[in-house]
T-cell receptor, first 112, second 118 residues
Framework: GENVEQHPSTLSVQEGDSAVIKCTYS??????FPWYKQELGKRPQLIID?????GEKKDQRIAVTLNKTAKHFSLHITETQPEDSAVYFC???????????FGSGTRLQVQP | GAVVSQHPSWVICKSGTSVKIECRSL??????MFWYRQFPKQSLMLMAT?????????EQGVEKDKFLINHASLTLSTLTVTSAHPEDSSFYIC??????????????FGSGTRLTVV
C-alpha cells in the first residue's frame, strides 16, 4: 500500500518568513495530493491540492509543488502569519475508491 | 455541497459498553466511506473502508469484530465500537471520496467524534 513520509515534524518560523513542508510517497499510482490544516479536535481542512498532471499550483500565499519522478511534493507558505500556526498534514491517494494516506504531520508555529 | 454530518461530536462511555457513530452524506450519495482514527498528536490512520451494500474492508491490525461498520444506504455509514476499553479512546472521523460523485474529485470529512472510555 501507499506510504507517505512527512518532514519536519515541527517547524518554528518568525512572522513574515516562509515555511516549507516536504512529503514523499511510495505508490507511483497515486495521483492526488492534498494538504490539510487541522486545528485541535477539528476535522482536517483542505488548504490546497494538486493532481499528478500538474507540477505546481498556487493560491495566494500557499503553493504546492509536485515531482512525480522523485515522488515528492512540498507545501510552501509565504509571508507567514500567527494564524497559520496549526498542524499540517500531507496526503496521497489514487482518487476514487482508494482512501487517503496521511503523512505524520507538521506542527507549524509562527512567532509574532 | 458535499457535506458529511457526523454524530455524536463527543461521547463518554463506560468500559465494556458499545458506542455507535453515524456519518450521513447530506447532499450527495456516498457509495464509499472511509473511517479513520486519530490518537492525540498523531496522524489519521485508516481503519476501514465501507462500501454501500457490502462488507467493510478493514486495515491490518483493526479488529473487525470490535469495530463494526455498516453502510446500509447511500447516505449513511455507521461505526460501532463494541465492548469499548480505555485504549479505544480516540478521535474517530469519517470521510467520503468525491471522486465517485458528480462533485468532482477530492474528499470530504465528517466533523469527528471524540470518544472517551472510562
Amino acid at each position: 500500500g501507499e506510504n507517505v513520509e512527512q518532514h519536519p515534524s515541527t517547524l518554528s518560523v518568525q512572522e513574515g518568513d516562509s515555511a516549507v513542508i516536504k512529503c514523499t510517497y511510495s505508490d507511483s499510482a497515486s495521483n492526488y495530493f492534498p494538504w490539510y490544516k487541522q486545528e485541535l479536535g477539528k476535522r482536517p481542512q483542505l488548504i490546497i491540492d494538486i493532481r499528478s498532471n500538474v507540477g505546481e499550483k498556487k493560491d495566494q500565499r500557499i503553493a504546492v509543488t509536485l515531482n512525480k519522478t522523485a515522488k515528492h511534493f512540498s507545501l510552501h507558505i509565504t509571508e507567514t502569519q500567527p494564524e497559520d500556526s496549526a498542524v499540517y498534514f500531507c496526503a496521497a491517494s489514487k482518487a476514487g475508491r482508494r482512501a487517503l494516506t496521511f503523512g505524520s504531520g507538521t506542527r507549524l508555529q509562527v512567532q509574532p | 455541497g458535499a457535506v458529511v454530518s457526523q454524530h455524536p461530536s463527543w461521547v463518554i462511555c463506560k468500559s465494556g459498553t458499545s458506542v455507535k457513530i453515524e456519518c450521513r452524506s447530506l447532499d450527495f450519495q456516498a457509495t464509499t466511506m472511509f473511517w479513520y482514527r486519530q490518537f492525540p498528536k498523531q496522524s489519521l490512520m485508516l481503519m476501514a473502508t465501507s462500501n454501500e451494500g457490502s462488507k467493510a474492508t478493514y486495515e491490518q491490525g483493526v479488529e473487525k469484530d470490535k469495530f463494526l461498520i455498516n453502510h446500509a444506504s447511500l447516505t449513511l455509514s455507521t461505526l460501532t465500537v463494541t465492548s469499548a476499553h480505555p485504549e479505544d479512546s480516540s478521535f474517530y472521523i469519517c470521510s467520503a471520496s468525491l471522486g465517485l460523485t458528480t462533485l468532482g474529485y477530492g474528499y470530504t470529512f465528517g466533523s469527528g467524534t471524540r470518544l472517551t472510555v472510562v
